[in-house]
């Protein structure tokens, strides 16, 4: 398995905000969205055993399973060594491909309001959803497309774009989304706004 790297942090997004999980990034992806800061070109070939001793090292209990497009690289014999060392599995995915059976947590975040059909996602259930708003996709319209998931909880996440003007007209409108939809909450990048990892 191609792993561009495996690090010790706090998640940043989403319903599991502020807690210490190990990040295994595993390079490429899929789709090639236009705002992704992933480098594909970089990482190493690990074996399954690798990566679980490598996880092992770290005294948390989540793992979260990110990319690149994880789903695209993750078996059930790694999901089995992560969980005999006692971890708890969350993966980050595109949902374009389906997932070995018993990870503990999915985060879909679909990608198909930048990229088209070919972006939809295929998984009929998650744990929660999280959208990227970028400022100009219909929202409203958006969410219509995932109704028919069966996901607990719903986030929409302000893109960063690199530009602080753009960015913080973005925040406001995506503030102002989640008050008209209350059922969607705020996720925000906060190890980005906490310059860690
Ligand atoms: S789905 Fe994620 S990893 Fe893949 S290109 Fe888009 S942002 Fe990057």
Redesign the pocket.
Known sequence: MKINEIFYSLQGEGYNTGTPAIFVRFSG?????P????DYSKGKEMEETEIAAEVAKFPASLVVLT???PAAHVTASLVELLHAEGKTIAIET?GTQTLPKNINWITL?P?DM??GKK?APVLSEADEIKI?YDGETDMQEQIKKYEHINVKHRFIQPCDTGNATKNAEIIQHTIAFCKQHPEWRLSLQTHKILNIK
Do not use: W
């Open positions: 992806c899929n789709l090639r969205c705002f992704c800061d992933t990319g690149g497009e595109n975040s990608k930048f990229l972006a990227v």
